[in-house]
């Protein structure tokens, strides 16, 4: 931050968002408060890295003071985990995050108070808000920012069709689960962590830094961002064969509409092996396996919430 208080921001900014006035305008906005706002637009595959290393060389020049993904909760994780792999072990960026919701969903920034309605708000909030310590998890050495999910539920959430997502925002997990019935199967699973073990068969499993996903649903009610743990919440597999009544309950009503069934645990590092490759969804990244260690950056990044 300069001495009058003016902040340096760089906005990567997810090229299917770049033309939406609403963008350009809260960028006027928020420069006319006498702040720097310089903008990067995402092409193609590859954009994020090469731009979050532009970043970083260019922070060695003239120091930024954050920098503000601009597209869903895929793209902060996709900008945070380019940052983390390309710094030095142990090495905690040099600069605060921050989120311009511009997502389908946006469960993350609406998770921290933020308003994806209002473009112009959220901007001027990256510019003013209080940077704070922010954990980050991170599976097989991926990170993920709000929650890494895992099962059936993971699978209905990575093949729903996205306008029918956009027409039925968190109905459309069910529509397809329901599309999908007779490819219902348990996923047979172990989990281990210190002072807790589970072995069975599940529906679907969250491990929560933030609280919501899959469109606002909230399947780690009492994650915190900054504690030094992550919110492990399993869905067992119903021996009454009631799936499809199970997934509507979690979808209209969270994970607390079924604390009678869910397991819950706060922990820090968890080993989880699977009897069949089982999909992991972080923040949107899909990866497939059967054998997945957990772990926590603690207060690994500061982000402006």
């Known amino acids: ?30 420069r006319n408060m006498g702040h720097d706002v310089s903008v990067r637009v995402t092409f ?21 003071d954050t920098l503000v993904s601009g597209g869903g909760d895929g793209t902060l994780h996709e900008v945070v985990d380019a940052v983390l792999r390309q710094l030095p072990d142990g090495r905690k960026p040099p600069f605060a995050f921050a989120l311009l919701p511009l997502g389908t969903a946006n469960d993350f920034a609406q998770g921290i108070g933020l308003e994806p309605a209002d473009i112009g708000a959220c901007l001027k909030f990256a510019a003013r808000a209080k940077a704070r310590p922010t954990d980050v998890g991170e599976v097989n050495g991926h990170v993920f920012v709000n929650m890494a999910t895992g099962g059936f539920g993971t699978q209905v959430t990575a093949q729903a069709d996205p306008n029918l997502k956009r027409i039925l925002g968190g109905a459309a997990y ?23 073990s589970w072995e069975g068969a599940f529906l679907a499993l969250a491990i929560g830094n933030g609280r919501r996903a899959g469109g606002g649903i909230q399947l780690c009610p009492h994650a915190e961002l900054d504690d030094g743990f992550l919110d492990l919440t399993v869905l067992p597999f119903p021996r009454s064969g009631k799936v499809i009544d199970l997934l509507s309950m979690l979808l209209e009503n969270g994970a607390e509409g079924l604390n009678n069934v869910l397991i819950q645990k706060k922990l820090r590092n968890i080993v989880i092996e699977t009897a069949e490759p089982v999909q992991f969804n972080l923040d949107g990244e899909g990866i497939t396996g059967q054998s997945w260690e957990i772990g926590l950056r603690h207060h690994g990044i500061e982000l402006r919430r």
């Open 174 to 196: 069910l529509f397809t689960g329901l599309q999908r019935f007779s490819e219902l199967a348990a996923c047979e699973g172990r989990i281990e962590a210190e002072g807790f």
């Open 44 to 64: 193609e595959s590859g954009d994020v890295a090469r731009l979050v290393g532009e970043a970083l060389r260019d922070h060695a020049e003239e120091p930024i």
């Open 1 to 30: 931050m300069t001495k009058n208080g003016s902040q340096h921001l760089r906005l990567i900014l997810n090229g299917k968002a770049a033309g939406r006035p609403e963008v350009r305008d809260a960028v006027a906005v928020v």
